[in-house]
């Protein structure tokens, strides 16, 4: 890692950073080559105030040559529909061009969101690595993201300022393309304990990597 890298992982690492601290590094930093989005569930036919502001964020950073590409991520959890592929049609209707848009629908957590989105990245080439999120997610998953991968994944939480500028925007899609036949909900499937331990990260099998870590991108 070149001390140009090192740096910017050290900027976007500091506890007390605000988003505009962090977009601000996120800026000297760029471009990413992708950014990893994790979903919400899609109920009720239309996105709500979570899933609206992080796909807001992301075509944002997009728009404004933050990063190159954004990876979706999450599969049909608590609703019919894979939350990947939702976000993805409302990304594009905002205007983020498809041949730029990856799909990750196996996530079922938060730490999987990233896990999964990283091989995605492995498998494309990438090398730098973003995750744009609500703060509070970013922060919860700070820890995960420092400990369990050798390449960086940088931090940029969206400014909720930047976000709000959009409210008025209610693009319309047809989410059938997201449509799960035969669906389940987690909770149907799995207890609350297992459910809890697989937002730890518990359900993804470390012992393929010998040191705990997935390797570098």
């Known amino acids: 890692?070149?001390?140009?890298?090192?740096?910017?992982?050290?900027?976007?690492?500091?506890?007390?950073?605000?988003a505009k601290r962090a977009y601000a590094t996120a800026e000297v930093c760029k471009p990413f080559d992708a950014i990893i989005v994790p979903g919400i569930p899609f109920k009720d036919g239309n996105w709500d105030?979570?899933?609206?502001?992080?796909?807001?964020?992301?075509?944002?950073?997009?728009?404004n040559g933050i990063t190159r590409n954004v990876i979706y991520s999450g599969s049909a959890v608590y609703s019919p529909y894979k939350e990947a592929v939702i976000m993805g049609l409302y990304a594009q209707k905002l205007?983020?061009?498809?041949?730029?848009?990856?799909?990750?629908?196996?996530?079922r957590h938060s730490s999987e969101n990233?896990?999964?989105?990283?091989?995605?990245?492995q498998q494309q080439g990438f090398k730098t690595l973003a995750l744009a999120t609500d703060p509070f997610q970013s922060i919860m998953l700070k820890s995960f993201t420092s400990k369990r991968f050798k390449s960086p994944i940088f931090h940029i939480p969206f400014i909720k300022d930047s976000v709000a500028k959009y409210n008025a925007v209610h693009p319309k899609i047809d989410p059938s393309p997201a449509y799960v036949t035969g669906f389940k909900s987690l909770p149907e499937t799995e207890g609350f304990v297992k459910r809890a331990w697989g937002t730890m990260g518990h359900d993804i099998n470390w012992d393929q990597y010998p040191d705990g870590q997935v390797g570098p991108l």
Do not use: Q
Not at 49 to 63: D, E, F, G, H
Not at 114 to 121: D, N, R, T
């Open 95 to 107: 205007g983020i061009p498809k041949e730029h848009i990856f799909y990750e629908t196996r996530a």
């Open 114 to 121: 990233v896990y999964y989105s990283y091989l995605i990245a």
């Open 49 to 63: 105030t979570v899933m609206k502001a992080r796909v807001i964020w992301s075509w944002v950073l997009y728009k």
């Open 1 to 18: 890692m070149g001390l140009f890298s090192v740096l910017c992982l050290m900027s976007c690492y500091l506890p007390s950073k605000s």
